[in-house]
């Protein structure tokens, strides 16, 4: 009895067993064979837009002849260039800070050790200037109650999704020109994508670098101009062609 049992055991698995290797092919994704001539493609798009924020770097200096000294000098301006930053309308949440910093200066003589001649405290804050025709505007009020560390201006999008879009589009365009530029000169034609990979992606502009000395010299509001920024965008695409 207990060898039919196991032989019955046995037949109700070898009859389960294809049906569950079909179920499985079932669920698979067919993938179309590779029929004509694979051709791969790179290609890179590119949008232009005129940004609409600006993010400053900027903050306060100090000397003293104690760190502590240094610091305390720090934080008072500080406060003071922080709450500037409030009256010119950089929200809370757009001030970050991006650097805090004490360091002795030492004067160096030939054949003697180096001699402290104080401290210097440095505390930066990046802001982010939504309305980005206020960005003179801000800087000035920053300068105006003792701030006097500015790093440059970073211009860009508030929201890039628009611009990478366009240039995935433009991409795409130009990967698909090429391929029936390809697909003339042998003699055939793109039959379909088989795939497409997507590198690299927004391409943010370099910092502009603003010197003190001239910031002081304006009598009027500190000129900033946004310019255009390019968005650019690479893809890899596969096509077959017959």
Known sequence: MQW???????????????????????????????????????????????????????????????AQAAMQANATRMNALIAALRRAGIAERDIQTSNISVNPQQVYQDGQPPRITGYQATNTVTAKVRTIANTGRVIDSAVAVGGNTINGVFFSYQDPDAQLDAARRNAIGEARRRADLYASALDMHVVRIVAVNEGGGYSPPMPVPMVMGRLAAQADSTPVQAGEIDTTVNVNVTFELR
Not at 4 to 30: K, N, S, Y
Not at 50 to 57: C, E, G
């Open 4 to 66: 039919m049992r196991a032989a019955a055991v046995f037949a109700v698995m070898a009859v389960a067993a294809p049906q569950m290797a079909a179920a499985q092919e079932a669920q698979t994704p067919t993938m179309l064979a590779l029929q004509g001539t694979e051709l791969s493609v790179s290609a890179e798009g590119k949008s232009t837009g005129r940004p609409d924020m600006a993010t400053l770097n900027l903050g306060v200096t100090t000397e003293a002849p104690t």
